[in-house]
Every structure is written in C-alpha cells, then in structure tokens.
C-alpha cells in the first residue's frame, strides 16, 4: 500500500509500505479521501506537537479521511462506509 512517509524535516514522500495487519477489534480501512489537518504541515516542517509527535522516524503522516472497510475480525460488516476519527497511525 502507499503512504506519505516523513523521514525528516522537510523530507517526505509516497512510498509503499506494508500492509498493517488487523487485530481483534480493529478494521482495514481502504483510504478513499483525505485532508489536511492543522498538525500536517507542523510536523512536515520538522515540528514537534504539544502531544510528542511525531515521536519516532520514520513517521507515516494522515489521520483525516474516509473510506470502505476491507477487512474486519469481528466488529462491522465490510463494506461498509465510516469516516475515521482523528486518530493517529
């Protein structure tokens, strides 16, 4: 799968990644949209947020979109369409 990877300040791209593998109460979601979040271009600039991120490098940015469930192990039908929280990778 493809995701924008930060490898440090100023320096990130699209690359291909693995793809994550779902524990029990999680879901594989296949990306369909995104935007950009305020906390996007801090740390794409090198910055540090008040929460610690982004922690380690590298660092797969994104945590604003929406997309189709393709994998579940037990919580939502596939298929189905949620958007996700702002949660982080």
């Known amino acids: ?7 440090g300040p100023g320096q990130f791209g699209v690359e ?3 793809k ?3 524990g029990d ?13 305020g906390s996007d271009p801090v740390l ?11 922690g380690s490098l590298p660092h797969i940015a994104g945590h ?6 393709v994998l579940h192990l037990s919580i939502l039908p596939p298929c189905d369409r949620r958007p996700s929280g702002p949660l982080l990778p």
């Open 25 to 37: 109460r999680e879901v594989l979601v296949q990306v369909q949209a995104v935007a950009i979040c």
């Open 44 to 54: 794409l600039a090198g910055g540090i947020l008040s929460d610690g991120l982004p």
């Open 20 to 22: 994550p593998v779902c």
């Open 1 to 7: 799968m493809k995701a924008l990877v930060m490898r």
């Open 64 to 69: 604003e979109g929406a997309g189709i469930i």
């Open 16 to 18: 291909e990644v693995p």
